[in-house]
């Protein structure tokens, strides 16, 4: 079965600071991987997804993310930190079935706190 | 607004009494999704319509829970009997069938349970 896991509980970084909130994954196949951003008592928001291409992929709200086959990491970044991201981050990868039948499978989240 | 509708947002409920939640997914999605996520944890599936098909059903489904989606499109998630291991936040989840779909889930504001 696909998976993801996410090996930090939660992140901690300063306002301007780079931040990268990691992401490692196993599965058979190609992989079609997800980040989703959830703020309090709200539903996930979709940030970027890699299906095939370029390694880094460009998200919402200045995010980005570095799809690394080798090291079968795919590792959530920003360049400089907002206290507004503060928020509960998931990685996702796509669980493909013989029959079609498609489901996401979440890791376990990372909150990320950014300190002003 | 054209996203996933979800309803109630808050449910508080006594063990032992029936909770109903409704989605309302964006209209020209024909697959749906249901998820739970309790505290801590990433979301996890619970069942999948293709239009009004059940297609898919979660181990974590058990026979208090009910899910329909009558005419293929707004679908219920009953829950009969509450107890308070049933607490969580249930999200509900949209996806496109077709070149469009990458598997990318659009998900609601998610419906939380309480059962005291």
């Known amino acids: 079965a696909q998976s993801v896991a996410q090996p930090e509980d939660q992140v901690n970084v300063a306002e301007g600071n780079p931040l990268t909130v990691k992401c490692t994954y196993s599965?058979?196949?190609?992989?079609?991987l997800f980040w989703y951003v959830q703020y309090p008592n709200r539903g996930l928001q979709f940030l970027l997804k890699?299906?095939?291409?370029?390694?880094l992929v460009k998200g919402s709200y200045g995010f980005e993310a570095e799809f690394n086959k080798s090291q079968t990491s795919f590792h959530l970044k920003k360049p400089s930190a907002l206290v507004s991201d503060s928020a509960l981050y998931f990685c996702?990868?796509?669980?493909?079935?013989?029959?079609?039948?498609?489901?996401?499978?979440f890791g376990t989240g990372t909150r990320l706190l950014v300190s002003p | 607004d054209t996203g996933v509708s979800q309803n109630p947002r808050h449910k508080i409920t006594k063990r032992g009494q029936n909770v109903t939640f409704r989605c309302d997914p964006i209209?020209?999605?024909?697959?749906l999704y249901w998820y739970r996520q309790t505290l801590g944890q990433g979301p996890e599936f619970l069942t999948y319509?293709?239009?009004?098909?059940?297609?898919?059903k979660s181990r974590l489904l058990s026979d208090r829970f009910s899910a329909e989606r009558p005419k293929g499109s707004f679908s219920t998630l009953e829950i009969q009997r509450t107890e308070q291991g049933d607490s969580a936040m249930y999200l509900c989840?949209?996806?496109?069938?077709?070149?469009?779909?990458?598997?990318?889930?659009?998900f609601g504001e998610g419906s939380r349970l309480t059962v005291l």
């Open positions: 989840a949209s996806s496109p069938r077709g070149p469009r779909d990458t598997g990318e889930l659009f």
């Open positions: 599965v058979s196949g190609n992989p079609y």
């Open positions: 890699y299906i095939t291409g370029d390694n």
């Open positions: 996702a990868v796509r669980d493909l079935m013989n029959t079609g039948f498609q489901k996401l499978v």
């Open positions: 209209s020209e999605h024909n697959r």
């Open positions: 319509f293709q239009n009004e098909a059940q297609l898919e």
